[in-house]
């Protein structure tokens, strides 16, 4: 029973949590407080209470799901043959992201709510020293086994490989005024003529 | 005399504009009222509605104002010798926005906002399809003079420059995590790469 009720428990946050990014996404972090998410997930704010008790708890737990969707995305550069391999694969699987304004939405507003609120920045700045580290860790790993030029900043490329994909996902807010493929294909070529020897 | 009141005129309406964009990277879109504008210029609201008759009138001078600036910011792509020095003249000529605070909030700002606000969307629009129109066309004439790769796609190319040079702005909200000057170099080091023939 026990194990069934933590499934349910899980279930119902992760819903929780995407109804809340939605609100947010349309209307901004400030202006959604927590009896528009009740509404809009159909439930009773002692219902809802059970799971977050702030909507600060809620942009925690965003902040901590990032975190682990970070993580999966660049699983593959611990697995592949090669880092620039690896690299582009992490690239191929954010595709679906060129163009979502849902996702676009989201991290503009977690931008800017993030540059106003020294609270959240922190929050996200952990996520986000998450993937840096790992992206610095790969290409440093490249450099030492020949596969990625050894001429290269590895700090400040992943920083600023980091800062292209941002810009890429914020852009998906508004339409593409490119087809979807060719953002892909121009992040993939960007990347085999950084790195490659 | 006129011209004298002209000059002035222009003046007072620069400085506004500049105070009001302070307000909003600070405070947000949204939660900056006129009252808190006109206190921040120590101007009465009389004296403001002069220049400004309100917010979405300073938002619209904003996205003129930025249209304006990336004129200038491009401008080297006229006038170098080859479209690849001029792109490096370009975006030296952007390393002081790289970790600047204010410009990283503002571009943040504009972003959530715009995102949910279709008629700042649209005003931006503008001034990026600006943008993205001039750097398209720098591809393609370098394509033809032989100086910039032939087997690139110059729209999903200069698509994503904008993307790069946007998310490396906003980043400038949050404390770099390398210098400045190797944010610069990386990015030189990318044109370099992926425009190369």
Not at 109 to 114: K, L
Not at 149 to 166: E, H, K, M, S, W
């Given at each position: 029973m026990r194990r069934r009720d933590d499934a349910r428990h899980s279930r119902q946050r992760a819903r929780i949590l995407e109804?809340?990014?939605r609100c947010?996404?349309?209307?901004?972090?400030?202006?959604?407080?927590?009896?528009?998410?009740?509404a809009a997930a159909g439930m009773s704010p002692g219902a809802l209470?059970?799971?977050?008790?702030?909507?600060?708890?809620?942009?925690?737990?965003?902040?901590?799901?990032?975190?682990?969707?970070?993580?999966?995305?660049?699983?593959?550069?611990?697995?592949?043959?090669?880092?620039?391999d690896g690299l582009l694969r992490v690239v191929a699987?954010?595709?679906?992201m060129w163009g979502?304004?849902?996702?676009?939405?989201?991290?503009?507003?977690?931008?800017?709510?993030?540059?106003r609120n020294?609270?959240?920045?922190?929050?996200?700045?952990?996520?986000?020293?998450d993937?840096?580290?790992?992206?610095t860790a790969a290409l440093r790993t490249g450099q030492e086994r020949g596969e990625v030029?050894?001429?290269?900043?590895?700090?400040?490329?992943?920083?600023?490989?980091?800062?292209?994909?941002?810009g890429l996902i914020g852009r998906g807010a508004f339409p593409l005024p490119v087809p979807r493929k060719a953002v892909s294909a121009a992040l993939a070529d960007l990347i085999r003529r950084l790195l490659a020897p």
């Open positions: 109804v809340a990014q947010f996404a349309v209307g901004g972090f400030h202006q959604t407080g927590m009896a528009e998410i009740c209470y059970r799971y977050f008790d702030s909507k600060q708890a809620i942009i925690e737990a965003m902040a901590e799901q990032e975190r682990q969707d970070n993580r999966r995305a660049l699983a593959p550069l611990a697995t592949a043959d090669n880092v620039i699987g954010l595709a679906p979502s304004r849902a996702a676009g939405r989201l991290t503009l507003e977690v931008g800017a709510e993030a540059a020294d609270r959240i920045a922190e929050i996200f700045a952990a996520a986000d020293a993937v840096r580290e790992l992206l030029r050894r001429n290269l900043d590895p700090a400040a490329t992943a920083f600023v490989l980091i800062a292209l994909v941002d």
